[in-house]
């Protein structure tokens, strides 16, 4: 079964629902992105106080304010998870603009790790080829790696290959987003009446198999992007298709509430070859895999920037 770990963070969820779904073993993990920090600065409350008593700094100096406070208290939360070797990772993005810069990339993670102070934080890195040599660096330096992301077989393989140099007692996810791949396909697929709603967890099933090959004892595959967008979908389709052993799910907080009550069971796992056989119908349907890696991840970098900077504009004085 895998690990779920929640896809969401907010200073007052921190002191509240977030300790009770820990507590009741549910959850032993919290990842974070540019994203979710800008939803809930800019739509919290519980944020005013600090932000006021910041006045006069840089609106990146208040942010980064802001997130370490929050990833120390998430990192808090789950010690006792990390003490037990139950996971209890709480993961910070470097910020975006750094995607492509390999030093830069560095010196944000070692910064953060040195003002968060926390054996369970995780730094999150975006898979381009500067952070895959920012990951190699910053795994030999013993720091646990969220490889973050990942559309590609190409880029999985490349992030365990950075990962590979992790310490026997650190650990590294690599995380492959799913459910966009189904959202920006599903209109083509319809067409040619080819089944909805399956490329992003085969893709996603195909890496899992691909890097478990290698036996990276610590280092597992993410499933990310796991909501729901599509209104005919139960909130928990992709937890049935990916709740494989030896991974890790986060999920958005409404998919953790539908799914708190419910007796999990192990996914169907899809041997590569199936896989291939439903990818081989792409081809001839007009859909480039390849193509449709490479726009999503643009996507991806560009909608992780842009909410960075309005956040960093909304805290502008």
């Known amino acids: 079964m895998a690990s779920i770990w929640v896809d969401y963070l907010e200073r007052d969820f921190l002191d509240t629902r977030f300790k009770e779904l820990v507590e009741s073993g549910l959850v032993n993990g919290i ?4 994203a979710i920090f800008a939803n809930a600065i800019l739509k919290s409350d519980a944020y005013k106080d600090d932000i006021s008593k910041l006045k006069g700094k840089s609106p990146e100096e208040i942010y980064e304010s802001l997130a370490i406070k929050d990833i120390q208290k998430a990192c808090d939360v789950l010690e006792n998870r990390y003490e037990e070797g139950d996971d209890g990772f709480a993961s910070i ?5 750094l995607a492509n810069d390999e030093k830069g990339t560095i010196n944000e993670a070692l910064r953060l790790v040195d003002k968060i102070e926390r054996e369970n934080l995780m730094i999150k890195i975006p898979a381009t080829s500067a952070g895959y040599k920012a990951m190699n660096y910053l795994a030999k330096k ?4 969220n490889a973050t992301l990942i559309f590609s077989p190409y ?7 950075a990962l590979s140099d992790l310490p026997r007692n650190k650990e590294g996810v690599i995380s492959v987003f799913v459910s966009r791949f189904d959202r920006e396909l599903n209109p083509i697929l319809a067409q040619h009446n080819l089944g909805k709603d399956r490329v992003g967890f085969f893709n996603a099933i195909k890496i899992y198999n691909s890097l478990n090959e290698k036996n990276l004892s610590n280092v597992r595959v993410l499933f990310a992007s796991t909501g729901v967008k599509q209104d005919y979908l139960e909130k928990d389709y992709y937890v049935e298709q990916l709740n494989l052993p030896n991974s890790v799910l986060t999920l958005p907080l409404d998919v953790i509430e539908y799914i708190k009550d419910k007796e999990l069971k192990e ?3 899809f041997e590569t070859k199936h896989i291939d056989g439903f990818f081989s119908f792409l081809t001839p349907s007009n859909i480039s895999m390849q193509k449709t890696y490479d726009k999503l991840m643009n996507e991806g970098l560009k909608a992780f920037e842009d909410s960075f900077e309005d956040m960093l504009n909304s805290l502008k004085v």
């Open 31 to 34: 990842t974070s992105n540019p």
């Open 142 to 145: 013993g720091i646990n790696i």
């Open 267 to 269: 996914a169907f796992h």
């Open 155 to 161: 880029q999985a393989n490349k992030c365990a290959e």
């Open 93 to 97: 993005e470097v910020n975006p603009k």
